[in-house]
Nanobody, 129 residues
Framework: LVQLVESGGGSVQAGGSLSLSCAAS????????MGWFRQAPGKEREGIAVMDGSDSTTYADSVKGRFTISKDYAKLTLYLQMNSLKVEDTAMYYCAADLSRLRGCYTGSWSPRPPAGFWGQGTQVNVSS
């Protein structure tokens, strides 16, 4: 059973920084496609940062240059460093993994689905002006 557990969300003022973590257990997912998604109230879920099995990354235009995705293979953990946060970054942030994919996962076109896709429970990020 794969479990993804996010942490690190919270409240911050615009311009500030937060770092999210996603700890994987059960199966080593960090060698596969993994990514961060977010969903704001009343909006569709969007992929914002994705890293494939070769550590290639893609970012949504809305976060490019401000957010950085990374992995720690030893800790089986995915990270998202978020800098220069904006009010519009307020959302629930989710970590996801796809055991069936090593590559070919990009923001905007990839969304893990069962049975090979797994999601965390989410962590809330609130950015105030």
């Amino acid at each position: 059973l794969v479990q993804l557990v996010e942490s690190g969300g919270g409240s911050v003022q615009a311009g500030g920084s937060l770092s999210l973590s996603c700890a994987a257990s059960g199966v080593n997912t960090v060698g596969r496609c993994m990514g961060w998604f977010r969903q704001a109230p009343g909006k569709e879920r969007e992929g914002i940062a994705v890293m494939d099995g070769s550590d290639s990354t893609t970012y949504a235009d809305s976060v490019k240059g401000r957010f950085t995705i990374s992995k720690d293979y030893a800790k089986l953990t995915l990270y998202l460093q978020m800098n220069s946060l904006k009010v519009e970054d307020t959302a629930m942030y989710y970590c996801a993994a796809d055991l069936s994919r090593l590559r070919g996962c990009y923001t905007g076109s990839w969304s893990p689905r069962p049975p090979a896709g797994f999601w965390g429970q989410g962590t809330q990020v609130n950015v105030s002006s």
